[in-house]
């Protein structure tokens, strides 16, 4: 039984460009949640959604946005990269939008040089 | 805002020796408290969870204590083994707002060391 999957593992990127980070879920889950963990750091939570509409929204600005598919994977989209958005990305997966038993993938690691 | 305050931010034990890890949360509409294990470069795990009708869970060697009143929850683990050395992360959500569910707000995690 296949766990949360995300992709790529690894990204480097420099100040100012874009990035597309891509989250599978659970089979059978509906509902996908973004987090930023900063090294050190509990993980923050970004973005949820579930059947393809935002439920949820952190303290992230306008740069960060995100999607979900109707296969119910989901992709976060960062514009104008700064230094500070070198992070751990992490996705996570309930099966319903109000169950919070929610399981993580093993993360995105984007670096901002 | 909401908030969760944890402590320690570090612990050393030796193996077999008991750990507890403390979270305090300041939203009190908060009714879900799951705990997370992360190792190195290593995605969390859902170690347990309690929900705010339950005072205490327990799993074999982990256990979680809820305190409503006073806005603390803690993880116990007994008969530590190296194994248990990780990042320890404890989290708060409330599940009955529609636009808020799903939302964990995390404490800042708690570093683990069982030394053998």
């Known amino acids: 039984d296949a766990g949360v999957t995300q992709s790529p593992t690894h990204l480097i990127k420099t100040r100012g460009q874009h990035v597309t980070l891509r989250c599978s879920p659970i089979?059978?889950?509906?509902?996908v949640s973004w987090y930023q963990q900063v090294l050190g750091q509990g993980p923050q939570f970004i973005f949820q959604y579930y059947e393809k509409e935002e439920r949820g929204r952190g303290n992230f600005p306008d740069r960060f946005s995100a999607r979900q598919f109707p296969n119910y994977s989901s992709e976060l989209n960062v514009n104008a990269l700064l230094l500070g958005d070198s992070a751990l990305y992490l996705c996570a997966s309930s099966p319903v939008s109000f169950t919070d038993t929610q399981y993580f993938g093993p993360g995105t690691r984007l670096t901002v040089l | 805002g909401e908030n969760v305050e944890q402590h320690p931010s570090t612990l050393s034990v030796q193996e077999g020796d008991s750990a507890v890890i403390k979270c305090t949360y300041s939203?009190?509409?908060?009714?879900?408290f799951p705990w997370y294990k992360q190792e190195l470069g290593k995605r969390p795990q859902l170690i347990i969870d309690?929900?705010?009708?339950?005072g205490e869970k327990k799993d074999q060697r982990i256990a979680v204590t809820l305190n409503k009143t006073a806005k603390h929850f803690s993880l116990h683990i007994t008969e530590t083994q190296p194994e248990d050395s990780a990042v320890y992360f404890c989290a708060a959500s409330n599940d009955e707002i529609y636009n808020q569910g799903g939302k964990l707000i995390f404490g800042q995690g708690t570093e683990l060391s069982v030394k053998p």
């Open positions: 939203d009190s509409a908060s009714n879900y």
């Open positions: 089979s059978g889950h509906k509902s």
């Open positions: 309690i929900r705010s009708n339950v």
